[in-house]
């Protein structure tokens, strides 16, 4: 036996396919396969329709999660690596230890990740994405609102809690009672037909709609405080002052929005700074006391006000927050040129190098200072600073207590030219030593350390510096974030949100009062959850038994005999209903409905009756 398949031809006409493999090759040209060939043609969706689709895509849940995870994920680097924005020293000594890895990261702006290309895109989309998702959803929550309850479906013995009982009150009373009772539980009632429509919970969908909306405007302010925010820092010595204007800043950003010319006026003096340092046990050292003294003033005729600065607890002032980030020292030093007079008589903050015991360097510039001949004689002096001499005898200078316990200065004194006049600027803590020579005493660089009340005398009578006393200076950071409040609101908004989407249940009830069949009233109570809740059966038991008292349980009675509802004889075989009493365990959804009056006769819902299949949405 045997069986001949040409697959290149027609199967009408028997004629060759055109175009077909099989008709030049044959069998050997012929499918492979026995299964038949699927030709598939999807449509084409055009500009218009590949972009209702992408934005369908776009605003779905699925996106907007995964936009967000996306966000979560790319704000890591912002966290691990150094930011320009926040500390451009450690994003330069990042670069020096790390070259090869440095390149790649600034080519993937890891170095300003919020201000990134890739970083803004994600923010941007689920932006989009969440606005996408809760107009279309407020709309339907407000339709929602505005609509009724779906009227009861036709056998309540199907949804997941159900009781029943009959009673000897009329039904008209028993529907009116079970009305009072749910609007006093605050549902949403109304009538139809034989049977009250009830619905409570839309604080759920109330909550989540909120959380998103504040998920936006979490996203407002992060935008808000990135474009209008500013920042600055400001070093300011003991009885020294800081005015809120930009030639008085240390180092300062700002965002592109923000505009300088309408800084908020208002300014601060640090009276004193108060430090205490634990002295024994394990913990010597440690800061105990560290605190600002502060008066500070709004406006440009404001009210002084003494108050203190404390870390973590920062002075808000005109919209801005003025933090105290560190303390030094700065040595206060008297300068007498050749001439003898005073070119410099004040203190020179000195850096910490050892943020333990405040081991500190620092700079004295006097760029006025003249030789005894009148000629011009540029003075700088590179020098260290401990408050707790710990070197004696060694003649290394290092600090064994950040207390003022035993301060010495050491200075190195250089003259020429500091190169101030060259319009370059340059840092006040460090000292150009391009055109400056050292002093030397019978050729020995001339360097000196010195007590508080001690005088360095320079070669050739160029004249002298004394270290005359010790002050304290703190550093401050001040900050405009405008976006802080909205962004507080925010969060407190979503987490009241999702509180309520989390633990308000959305669910119905349908109270049906129908006369029986034995002239008793059947009642019939079911409720329908959103989500299954073991909440719902007790909340349906406690309404059955609040609606008891005006619908009491009527003794048992033998059904009347004669014809049923639809004028045939009842079967023999026929058992009448059971009832359930109020409060009894919910019906299984795929129990059979029990054969009764209201299965043989016509619905009896109201004149818009709602679809069995609508009953059990929630």
Same mark, same amino acid.
């Given at each position: 036996?045997? +069986?001949?398949?040409?697959?290149?031809?027609?199967?009408?006409?028997?004629?060759?396919?055109?175009?077909?493999?099989?008709?030049?090759?044959?069998?050997?040209?012929?499918?492979?396969?026995?299964?038949?060939?699927?030709?598939?043609?999807?449509?084409?969706?055009?500009?218009?329709?590949?972009?209702?689709?992408?934005?369908?895509?776009?605003?779905?849940?699925?996106?907007?999660?995964?936009?967000?995870?996306?966000?979560?994920?790319?704000?890591?680097?912002?966290?691990?690596?150094?930011?320009?924005?926040?500390?451009?020293?450690?994003?330069?000594?990042?670069?020096?230890?790390?070259?090869?890895?440095?390149?790649?990261?600034?080519?993937?702006?890891?170095?300003?990740?919020?201000?990134?290309?890739?970083?803004?895109?994600?923010?941007?989309?689920?932006?989009?994405?969440?606005?996408?998702?809760?107009?279309?959803?407020?709309?339907?929550?407000?339709?929602?609102?505005?609509?009724?309850?779906?009227?009861?479906?036709?056998?309540?013995?199907?949804?997941?809690?159900?009781?029943?009982?009959?009673?000897?009150?009329?039904?008209?009373?028993?529907?009116?009672?079970?009305?009072?009772?749910?609007?006093?539980?605050?549902?949403?009632?109304?009538?139809?037909?034989?049977?009250?429509?009830?619905?409570?919970?839309?604080?759920?969908?109330?909550?989540?709609?909120?959380?998103?909306?504040?998920?936006?405007?979490?996203?407002?302010?992060?935008?808000?405080?990135?474009?209008?925010?500013?920042?600055?820092?400001?070093?300011?010595?003991?009885?020294?002052?800081?005015?809120?204007?930009? +030639?008085?800043?240390?180092?300062?950003?700002?965002?592109?929005?923000?505009?300088?010319?309408?800084?908020?006026?208002?300014?601060?003096?640090?009276?004193?700074?108060?430090?205490?340092?634990?002295?024994?046990?394990?913990?010597?050292?440690?800061?105990?006391?560290?605190?600002?003294?502060?008066?500070?003033?709004?406006?440009?005729?404001?009210?002084?006000?003494?108050?203190?600065?404390?870390?973590?607890?920062?002075?808000?002032?005109?919209?801005?927050?003025?933090?105290?980030?560190?303390?030094?020292?700065?040595?206060?030093?008297?300068?007498?040129?050749?001439?003898?007079?005073?070119?410099?008589?004040?203190?020179?903050?000195?850096? +910490?190098?050892?943020?333990?015991?405040?081991?500190?360097?620092?700079?004295?510039?006097?760029?006025?200072?003249?030789?005894?001949?009148?000629?011009?004689?540029?003075?700088?002096?590179?020098?260290?600073?401990?408050?707790?001499?710990?070197?004696?005898?060694?003649?290394?200078?290092?600090?064994?207590?950040?207390?003022?316990?035993?301060?010495?200065?050491?200075?190195?004194?250089?003259?020429?030219?500091?190169?101030?006049?060259?319009?370059?600027?340059?840092?006040?803590?460090?000292?150009?030593?391009?055109?400056?020579?050292?002093?030397?005493?019978?050729?020995?660089?001339?360097?000196?350390?010195?007590?508080?009340?001690?005088?360095?005398?320079?070669?050739?009578?160029?004249?002298?510096?004394?270290?005359?006393?010790?002050?304290?200076?703190?550093?401050?950071?001040?900050?405009?974030?405008?976006?802080?409040?909205?962004?507080?609101?925010?969060?407190?908004?979503?987490?009241?949100?999702?509180?309520?989407?989390?633990?308000?249940?959305?669910?119905?009830?349908?109270?049906?009062?129908?006369?029986?069949?034995?002239?008793?009233?059947?009642?019939?109570?079911?409720?329908?959850?959103?989500?299954?809740?073991?909440?719902?059966?007790?909340?349906?038991?406690?309404?059955?038994?609040?609606?008891?008292?005006?619908?009491?349980?009527?003794?048992?009675?033998?059904?009347?005999?004669?014809?049923?509802?639809?004028?045939?004889?009842?079967?023999?075989?026929?058992?009448?209903?059971?009832?359930?009493?109020?409060?009894?365990?919910?019906?299984?959804?795929?129990?059979?409905?029990?054969?009764?009056?209201?299965?043989?006769?016509?619905?009896?819902?109201?004149?818009?009756?709602?679809?069995?299949?609508?009953?059990?949405?929630?």
């Amino acid at each position: 036996m045997s +069986t001949t398949t040409d697959t290149s031809r027609d199967a009408e006409s028997g004629a060759p396919r055109d175009g077909d493999a099989g008709s030049d090759l044959g069998a050997a040209g012929s499918q492979l396969s026995t299964a038949p060939k699927e030709e598939i043609s999807f449509p084409s969706l055009g500009p218009i329709g590949w972009a209702r689709w992408f934005w369908r895509q776009l605003t779905s849940m699925r996106v907007a999660l995964l936009l967000l995870f996306l966000l979560s994920i790319g704000a890591i680097p912002g966290s691990l690596i150094p930011q320009t924005s926040i500390d451009p020293v450690k994003v330069d000594a990042f670069k020096a230890d790390h070259p090869s890895l440095a390149g790649i990261y600034d080519k993937l702006g890891m170095f300003h990740v919020y201000s990134s290309v890739w970083f803004s895109a994600i923010y941007l989309l689920l932006f989009i994405s969440l606005i996408g998702c809760i107009v279309p959803r407020t709309w339907q929550f407000v339709g929602q609102l505005r609509g009724r309850p779906p009227g009861a479906p036709r056998r309540l013995t199907r949804l997941p809690a159900y009781a029943t009982w009959r009673t000897a009150a009329e039904p008209e009373a028993v529907l009116e009672a079970a009305q009072r009772l749910l609007k006093k539980r605050r549902f949403r009632v109304h009538r139809a037909g034989t049977a009250v429509a009830s619905e409570k919970g839309y604080l759920r969908e109330l909550g989540n709609l909120v959380f998103h909306v504040a998920l936006i405007v979490m996203l407002v302010a992060f935008a808000v405080g990135s474009l209008w925010k500013s920042e600055g820092g400001k070093l300011v010595t003991e009885g020294d002052g800081f005015a809120n204007n930009l +030639t008085q800043y240390d180092d300062f950003k700002s965002g592109p929005f923000y505009d300088p010319d309408r800084m908020e006026p208002f300014g601060f003096t640090l009276n004193s700074f108060d430090a205490t340092y634990e002295r024994t046990g394990p913990e010597r050292g440690t800061p105990r006391t560290f605190r600002a003294n502060v008066t500070y003033y709004t406006g440009a005729d404001g009210k002084e006000h003494r108050t203190k600065i404390e870390v973590n607890e920062p002075l808000d002032i005109a919209g801005s927050r003025v933090y105290l980030l560190s303390h030094g020292y700065a040595p206060q030093v008297k300068v007498k040129d050749g001439r003898g007079r005073v070119v410099y008589d004040g203190a020179v903050p000195f850096l +910490t190098q050892d943020p333990k015991n405040f081991t500190s360097t620092g700079v004295v510039k006097v760029p006025a200072a003249q030789t005894k001949d009148g000629k011009r004689n540029q003075l700088g002096f590179q020098g260290f600073f401990v408050p707790t001499f710990g070197g004696k005898g060694s003649g290394s200078m290092f600090s064994t207590f950040p207390a003022l316990d035993y301060p010495v200065l050491t200075l190195t004194a250089y003259h020429g030219d500091l190169g101030l006049d060259s319009g370059l600027s340059q840092s006040v803590y460090q000292l150009d030593q391009k055109h400056l020579k050292q002093y030397k005493v019978k050729d020995r660089k001339l360097a000196q350390m010195m007590l508080p009340g001690e005088t360095m005398k320079l070669p050739n009578g160029d004249g002298s510096i004394t270290f005359t006393g010790v002050k304290t200076w703190a550093s401050f950071k001040i900050t405009h974030q405008p976006g802080n409040g909205l962004a507080l609101a925010g969060a407190v908004a979503a987490l009241l949100g999702l509180a309520a989407s989390l633990f308000v249940q959305r669910r119905r009830v349908w109270v049906r009062a129908e006369p029986g069949p034995d002239g008793t009233t059947v009642v019939e109570i079911a409720g329908l959850g959103r989500s299954e809740s073991a909440r719902l059966p007790e909340e349906l038991a406690d309404l059955a038994a609040a609606l008891t008292p005006a619908a009491p349980v009527a003794p048992d009675a033998e059904p009347a005999a004669g014809p049923g509802p639809d004028g045939a004889a009842p079967a023999a075989d026929e058992a009448p209903a059971a009832d359930k009493a109020p409060g009894a365990a919910p019906a299984s959804p795929d129990e059979e409905a029990p054969e009764g009056p209201e299965d043989s006769a016509q619905p009896t819902d109201s004149a818009d009756p709602a679809d069995p299949s609508e009953g059990a949405r929630a």
